[in-house]
């Protein structure tokens, strides 16, 4: 087994060294390493049903899709990312994972415990959700250890409206959170958490070897972290498809929107409202057609129309809101 302790705070990068060194390498892998702020969504999820799109663009928040299952998980640099990639699959189940985890935490005087199908928890409160993939005869299996997460921009980062969104995916299940320091006498840093679980690891696999990205590692890393992992078409045109509902109220009246979205592509769009125009505003919907349902493709577009045509007393930025 190789140990790494990846530096790297970019969400999209690391997930594609994950899905590297899953698919690109046979021996067995030990990594830590943290992202900034971001949201993780799960391969079957629908990423527009799980984010709060509006304070995400505001904070800056990256979303990234990875490829195992589960639910969105919200990291930030208070939170620590473990990963195995074993090639034996027998008996490499959520059990044997998690339990290396808490054996590592009791070091620390933390009595953690297995929870439902991929969750640990302390005092019945979660703190580490744990997904996996298998490819080519490879486990990954990886999972969070929130120190001390900014538990108020996890709230709003994944607080979602069930108005808004409707249709398939597989839903994130929102569980009762806490962060490990709050169960310690005596606060500790990430650099302390990172040290006690590689001691821990580095004592119960007696084979395992410090490893270091190659230059070669990273030139395959970031061709697939710029082709796959920081595109639009796997972050958001993976999801399944939905119906959007979005409402604003502005200086000439209300203003609903409603659209279908296929891969992540708005495929139907209508405008309802009492307010009062001076071209139809079918005409309007209908260039809306074929646009990515994201903020800054849609603020391209509907930054070359002019919006008061069909919406009296509306901009581009009111019709924006209601978009997104």
């Known amino acids: 087994m190789i140990y790494i302790y990846n530096e790297n705070t970019d969400p999209h990068f690391n997930l594609a060294a994950e899905e590297y060194m899953l698919c690109g390498k046979t ?27 509006s304070f995400v663009d505001e904070n800056s928040i990256a979303v990234v899709r990875r490829i195992t299952g589960g639910g969105a998980v919200f990291h930030d640099l208070g939170n620590l990312n473990f990963t195995f990639i074993q090639n034996d699959r027998a008996g490499a189940d959520f059990a044997y994972f998690g339990n290396i985890i808490i054996g590592a935490l009791r070091t620390l005087g933390i009595n953690a415990a297995l929870s439902g199908r991929n969750d640990l928890e302390i005092d019945g409160r979660k703190f580490s959700g744990n997904a996996r993939a298998v490819k080519n005869g490879r486990v990954l299996h990886h999972g969070t250890m929130m120190l001390n997460i900014a538990l108020d921009k996890l709230g709003s980062a994944l607080n979602v409206s069930p108005e808004k969104i409707a249709g398939k995916g597989v839903k994130s299940v929102r569980s009762r959170v806490t962060n490990i320091n709050e169960h310690l006498e005596t606060p500790i840093e990430v650099d302390r958490l990172i040290n006690v679980i590689s001691s821990y690891i580095m004592q119960k696999y007696n084979e395992i070897k410090p490893y270091e990205f190659t230059p070669e590692d990273l030139d395959a890393i970031n ?34 929107t409603r659209l279908n979205v296929i891969g992540g592509v708005i495929t139907e769009a209508v405008i309802y409202g009492d307010f009062f125009f001076r071209a139809d505003v079918g005409l309007l919907a209908a260039q809306l057609i074929g646009a990515r349902h994201e903020k800054a493709a849609l603020q391209k577009l509907l930054g070359g129309i002019d919006i008061d045509l069909y919406i009296n007393g509306a901009t581009a930025r009111d019709l924006l809101a209601a978009l997104i």
Request: proline share 2%; aromatic share 14%.
């Open 27 to 53: 021996e067995d892998v030990f990594m830590l390493w943290q992202n900034r702020d971001a949201i993780i969504v799960g391969q079957n999820q629908n990423t527009a049903a799980e984010i709060n799109r």
């Open 223 to 256: 061709q697939l972290r710029e082709q796959k992992y920081s595109t639009y078409e796997w972050n958001y045109g993976k999801s399944p498809a939905y119906n959007f509902t979005g409402k604003q109220k502005f200086m000439g009246g209300n203003l609903e």
